[in-house]
């Protein structure tokens, strides 16, 4: 890959720092790329401006797919290509078809909300997550900010990360 | 936190009274129309057919809304239970108005003493003494199997007195362990600490294991018994489910309601959404539980348990009825409640509350009536009437309560964590 970009990484030694460190930055006119914690941190989408994601429309498309999956699959068996009677019900006994219709509805809505947020996570099998620090995973929260993507100064986003209670300041290209 | 008390204007006690007073005038008109008709069957019960009289059906109305009440009076007490017991702390500012609900317990209890041997005979047929009689020509061995019971310690026929000493017993536990929670969680109000949430931790274990096994036998005694023969070993957790989510909509559509008129200044949003997820999410449990007994029954397709729903799904008088039961309290609230801003708009919650409650009503409706009514069942006026004047009943002594003391504990130890709740 050659689209390589310079990220300036801001470290933060405490998430209620962090909090504050995330407005500051914004206010300082600053696009922050991405920001990582070791655990969830409450109320930082907010600061950051995150819209709700999309993602429990595409479980219900998905639970949709998985519906009509489900019937089109019953009724084409059992009662268009070879009918049957079991049970002496009708050829369409649509009770009995609703435990496999429930099951893969719920499978496919599952699935199919694990997978797509996998791919737009970049924590796809054959996706490069993007690691700007090793101690996100332990102890430390870290702010990422694409040089590329910003107008302002490196210098100036230092200092600002400075002030807004970075522990320390790295330049990294990813 | 400032102590806020709910006033119950005497304009909230005049419409809660037209309420009443409009369900009796239906009632009435109801009486009248259904004893016409009951005339009009008498020259058909020449045919050898016991004539239908208006007081069946009136007696089969008064024990389905007198259950149904009891039911969500117990809901509310469980669910403030519950909420000590699982340790929950969003729930602090909004748990004292399910708690006031059980201040009808003891006139549920009275009342269902009271229609029981107002109706028995016409609402459970195993109260026949003729059964129990093997000499009789009516005699059924099955019911004279179960004779034991209902009737131990006596035989088969006389006084019920084990059913009696059950509802008796159930009604006493129910209201002796609400008035010492409501004491104890009155008395934490005064005092703050946490010495007393201990307290109502361990009564509400009490509570909810006591509630477990009475509420299931309850509605073995009080609604599967109308069709003596049938049995299922859902059927508990059927009518818990029905009384649950009636409750929780009830609860939601309080707060709902008292948010809008500017109380619970602790309630925001972030409640309103959770009170929307257990409606929505007990929906769907009821709709499981509905399905888990009727799919088993349709798909072994053994007569005496088959019996049941034909006398309801395949059943022209009920048929829609029972479908109907299955779009209010399984599809709309389903499709309403689905996204997250409906369930944190108190619009949607101020529709699909009392469409949920109506509906699980309706639920009790199809449960108790095919059975007792047969072919005279229907939905009319004395239907409507009746429910209006329980329904006023049961929110005037609730409402009433409610201003008797403040609306949430400010001393709750919970009530900063629930200030700060954030979903």
Redesign the interface.
């Known amino acids: 890959m050659s689209d390589k970009s310079n990220y300036i990484v801001g470290v933060f030694d405490d998430e209620d720092i962090l909090l504050k460190g995330i407005k500051q930055v914004r206010e300082g006119g600053v696009k922050i790329h991405e920001v990582y914690s070791p655990f969830p941190v409450h109320g930082i989408d907010d600061v950051l401006g995150y819209k709700r994601s999309n993602l429990s429309v595409v479980a219900f498309l998905f639970g949709l797919l998985g519906t009509t999956l489900a019937l089109t699959m019953q009724i084409g068996m059992m009662t268009v290509d070879w009918p049957m009677i079991i049970g002496g019900k009708d050829y369409l006994p649509v009770p009995s078809f609703i435990p496999v219709t429930f099951e893969l509805t719920v499978l496919l809505a599952s699935f199919g909300m694990v997978g797509t947020f996998l791919i737009i996570s970049n924590l796809k099998p054959w996706g490069k997550p993007k690691l700007f620090d090793k101690r996100i995973t332990d102890d430390k929260h870290i702010m990422a900010i694409d040089l590329g993507k910003n107008k302002i100064e490196e210098s100036a986003i230092n200092k600002l990360l400075k002030d807004s209670g970075a522990s320390e300041v790295n330049l990294k290209t990813l | 936190m400032v102590e806020e008390r709910f006033d119950f204007t005497p304009k909230a006690k005049k419409n809660l009274f037209i309420l009443i007073a409009v369900g009796i005038v239906l009632t009435v008109l109801g009486i009248i129309t259904v004893s016409m008709g009951g005339g009009h069957h008498e020259l058909e019960g020449a045919a050898g057919e016991h004539a239908f009289h208006w007081t069946k059906r009136l007696y089969a109305n008064l024990w389905i809304d007198n259950v149904f009440f009891a039911g969500i009076a117990l809901i509310g007490v469980l669910f403030f239970a519950i909420q000590y017991a699982a340790q929950a702390g969003w729930s602090a500012g909004i748990k004292r108005i399910p708690l006031t609900y059980g201040y009808w317990i003891p006139f549920a209890g009275i009342l269902m003493l009271v229609f029981f041997f107002l109706g028995q005979h016409d609402l459970f047929h195993w109260t026949h003494h003729d059964l129990y009689d093997p000499s009789s020509h009516e005699y059924d061995s099955i019911i004279a199997g179960k004779a034991g019971y209902f009737f131990f310690p006596l035989h088969g026929g006389g006084l019920p007195v084990f059913f009696l000493a059950r509802m008796v017993i159930f009604f006493a536990v129910w209201y002796m362990l609400f008035l010492k929670l409501k004491s104890v969680a009155y008395s934490e109000d005064l005092d703050g600490g946490s010495e007393k949430w201990f307290k109502l931790r361990k009564l509400s274990a009490i509570f909810i294991i006591f509630f477990a096994v009475s509420s299931s036998m309850s509605a073995w005694d009080w609604v599967m018994s109308i069709d003596t023969h049938w049995f299922s070993t859902m059927f508990g957790w059927y009518n818990f489910a029905s009384w649950w989510v009636a409750g929780l909509a009830l609860t939601a559509l309080i707060v709902v309601l008292l948010k809008d008129k500017g109380y619970l200044s602790v309630v925001n949003s972030n409640h309103i959404h959770d009170l929307g997820k257990f409606v929505f999410a007990f929906s769907v449990f009821w709709t499981y539980i509905w ?1 888990s007994q ?2 088993l029954i ?2 072994a ?1 053994i007569p005496e348990e088959t019996i049941y729903f034909v006398e309801r799904w395949k059943n022209s008088h009920y048929a829609l009825l029972f479908y109907l039961n299955l779009i209010v309290n399984f599809f709309f609230p389903f499709l309403v409640l ?3 801003e409906s369930k944190r708009h108190t619009r949607f919650i101020k529709v699909v509350a009392p469409v949920v409650i109506l509906g699980h009503w309706l639920d009790f409706y199809l449960m108790v009536t095919p059975g007792t009514l047969k072919e005279h069942g229907g939905i009319g006026f004395m239907e409507i009437g009746l429910l209006m004047v329980f329904l006023g009943a049961f929110l005037y002594v609730v409402l009433n309560q409610l201003s008797k003391a403040p609306l949430f504990a400010k001393n709750h130890p919970m009530l900063n964590e629930s200030l700060h709740h ?1 979903i």
């Open positions: 399905f009727f799919l349709y798909y397709n689905m996204t997250r954030h």
